[in-house]
């Protein structure tokens, strides 16, 4: 039966699919070199919002260029801005999440 082996194939190319999305995401949050980046970035701000100048908050390390855009620099320092949660989301919300513009020169 053809189409039955035709399903099966579209399932595993989904699954696989998936699979590989998820690690990827995965696997970058949670690598040492990612919390290092992090870090740094903090340490560098000095744990205070960029935006709002908020301390002893949630803290959100922000991708100045798009994670998704220019992968090359996602564990760059300079490309690494520290704000907190709120101020992270309100950002989001208002530029997107993918082409969104240079956080420092913008407000939100
Ligand atoms: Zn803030
Ligand atoms: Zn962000």
Known sequence: MYSNSLIDFTVIKKTKHKYLQHKHKFSLRKSPAY??????VLARDRYICQNCGRVNVRFQVHHIRG?????????DVNNGITYCNKCHRRFHNKYGKQNFP???TVEF
Do not use: G, I, M, V
């Open 35 to 40: 919390e290092a980046w992090r870090k740094k």
């Open 102 to 104: 240079d956080s420092r």
């Open 67 to 75: 994670f998704t855009k220019y992968p090359h620099l996602r564990l």
